[in-house]
């Protein structure tokens, strides 16, 4: 049986909420280096992140389930403009620092080796970076 992967995370509970959807359809799927990146989340990066790998024969469906999932969610959000520029393309859930609580959140984590401890998941215009709290 071959694996292959179907799409990349970083964050080990939208992977698992992806993992359910394609079960709940029968599709055979596994998460690999999960538990790699909920022990420590800076290895995201070294390791690629979670990947979500599905069988050969089934990665047809299982693609054609997220495209949908996407087109569902891109029509919610298709009427949301970013304040500055009027685009409607954005980053969702985007990780930002960009106040003193995070600039010294990010200076003590490089310190102690350790995740940030203050973030805030913000709304980020693709065209001309503006972020919004969600």
Do not use: W
Not at 84 to 92: K, L, P, R, V, W
């Amino acid at each position: 049986m071959e694996l292959i992967t179907l799409k990349t995370f970083d964050n080990y509970i939208e992977a698992h909420l992806l993992k359910t959807k394609l079960e709940s359809e029968s599709i055979y799927c596994f998460l690999q280096d999960e538990s790699v990146v909920a022990t420590n989340p800076l290895y995201s990066f070294a390791v690629g992140g979670i990947k979500l790998k599905v069988k050969k024969e089934d990665f047809d469906t299982a693609l054609k389930i997220i495209q949908e999932e996407n087109i569902y969610l891109e029509q919610n959000q298709s009427n949301i403009t970013c304040e500055n520029c009027g685009s409607n393309t954005f980053y969702n859930n985007y990780k930002s620092v960009k106040n003193i609580k995070g600039f010294f959140a990010m200076i003590i984590s490089f310190m102690f080796q350790t995740y940030p401890i203050y973030y805030k998941n913000v709304r980020k215009c693709k065209a001309c970076g503006f972020e919004k709290e969600t």
